[in-house]
C-alpha cells in the first residue's frame, strides 16, 4: 500500500521555525521526484519546492527561496522541508507529492491529479 505521510506542522510565530517531514512506503522512493505543495485557506494549490530523485538539485517558488530548504533521504525514505523566517502568509495545509521519474509536475497552478501520490496533508499555521 502506497502512503506518503506528513508530520511537523503546527504552530509557530512569525520568524520562527518548522520542519516538516513526509515518510513515503510503498513505492521506490528513489524512483521519485518530490514535491511540497500547500493550500492557504480559501485559496488554490500553490507549488512550494520539488527535489529530483538524487538530492542534488532542488527548485524553489520565489516566496520559499532563502527562507526554505527541501532535502531527502533515500535511505529512510524521508523528505524534509526546513522552513525558516516564518511568515502569517506562510499558512497553509502542506502535502508532499511524488512524480515518478521520466515526467514532472507542472509548477504553476499545479494540480492533485498531476502526481502520482499525494499525502494527507499537516497544517501549518504562522501566528503571533
Known amino acids: 500500500q502506497v502512503q506518503l505521510v506528513e508530520s511537523g506542522g503546527g504552530l509557530a510565530q512569525p520568524g520562527g521555525s518548522l520542519r516538516l517531514t513526509c515518510t513515503g512506503t510503498?513505492?521506490?522512493?528513489?524512483?521519485?521526484?518530490m514535491y511540497w505543495i500547500r493550500q492557504a485557506p480559501g485559496k488554490g494549490l500553490e507549488w512550494v519546492s520539488d527535489?529530483?530523485?538524487?538530492?542534488?538539485?532542488?527548485y524553489y517558488a520565489p516566496s520559499a527561496k532563502g527562507r526554505f530548504t527541501i532535502s531527502r533521504d533515500n535511505n529512510l525514505n524521508i523528505l524534509n522541508l526546513q522552513m525558516d523566517s516564518l511568515k502569517p502568509e506562510d499558512t497553509a495545509v502542506y502535502f508532499c507529492?511524488?512524480?515518478?521519474?521520466?515526467?514532472?509536475?507542472?509548477?504553476?497552478?499545479?494540480?492533485?491529479?498531476?502526481?502520482?501520490?499525494w499525502g494527507q496533508g499537516t497544517q501549518v499555521t504562522v501566528s503571533s
Open positions: 507529492a511524488a512524480k515518478r521519474l521520466g515526467s514532472t509536475a507542472q509548477r504553476t497552478n499545479p494540480r492533485a491529479g498531476d502526481f502520482d501520490y
Open positions: 510503498g513505492f521506490t522512493f528513489v524512483h521519485y521526484r
Open positions: 527535489i529530483e530523485h538524487t538530492g542534488r538539485n532542488t
